[in-house]
């Protein structure tokens, strides 16, 4: 994993699973401050998103099926935009734009 900037790369050879639509990670990477979930939507679409839920310190798990993002703590329920859809979560999950270039993810992150 290596950045430019503001920009944090994940190469999908590390990340098979990020190739096909539903697929998603968790990833950790405590030198850009990022604790997300990083996911492959229907139609191509990438998204990134705070992988703490907003109402405690749980980490939430993509629901592919659902196009979700669930708390397993409390059953919070998140949009894949990070809103929320279901409570006790006080606020939306932050997200972060995502984008494919060449053989890789790029996540904006500014710090």
Known sequence: MCSSDLWVEVPLADHPELREEGGWIA?????????VIVGRSTGGCWFTAWRICTHG????AYEPDEHELVCPCHGSRFAETGEVLDG?????????????????????RPL
């Open 27 to 35: 990833l950790s990477d405590p030198d850009h401050f990022l604790e």
């Open 57 to 60: 310190a749980c980490e939430v």
């Open 88 to 108: 006790p979560a006080p606020r939306a999950l932050t997200t972060f734009p995502t984008g494919i270039s060449g053989d890789s993810i790029w996540i904006y």
